[in-house]
């Protein structure tokens, strides 16, 4: 997967400007520094983000807890990355799939799906 599609989804979902051309260690480093200045600034806002991006709160605190000393941007950095990367790859094997719906309705009118 390349990091541009990472990347125009991580400029959606949260609202920033990240350039385009970024190697994904670029992108994780100036994704943890926007997370660390929501931390210290708008922590209700950095809630949001990670409940509309649908980061598992139970693995967010786990790691957090594993791991006091790292960089809690830097770990909610990769989890949010983790999460629009299982996104995008989701929504490429339905695409691939075609636009037949769940499996068994291959054959039904399109009044008959829904």
């Known amino acids: 997967m390349e990091n541009n599609e990472l990347i125009e989804s991580l400029n959606?979902?949260?609202s920033v400007s990240l350039p385009e051309k970024l190697?994904?260690?670029?992108?994780?480093?100036?994704?943890?520094?926007?997370?660390?200045t929501l931390i210290k600034n708008d922590f209700e806002k950095l809630i949001a983000y990670l409940y509309?991006?649908?980061?598992?709160?139970?693995k967010l605190k786990s790691i957090l807890h594993r791991f006091p000393q790292e960089d809690?941007?830097?770990i909610i950095a990769?989890?949010?990355m983790e999460r629009q990367q299982q996104k995008i790859k989701t929504r490429e094997q339905f695409h691939q799939q075609g636009n037949d719906?769940?499996?068994g309705m291959e054959g039904l009118d399109e009044e008959e799906k829904w």
């Open 23 to 36: 190697s994904y260690d670029e992108l994780q480093a100036q994704l943890a520094e926007y997370i660390n």
């Open 101 to 103: 719906g769940p499996a």
């Open 52 to 58: 509309r991006i649908d980061v598992s709160e139970k």
């Open 72 to 74: 809690a941007g830097n």
């Open 78 to 80: 990769l989890l949010i």
């Open 12 to 14: 959606k979902e949260l």
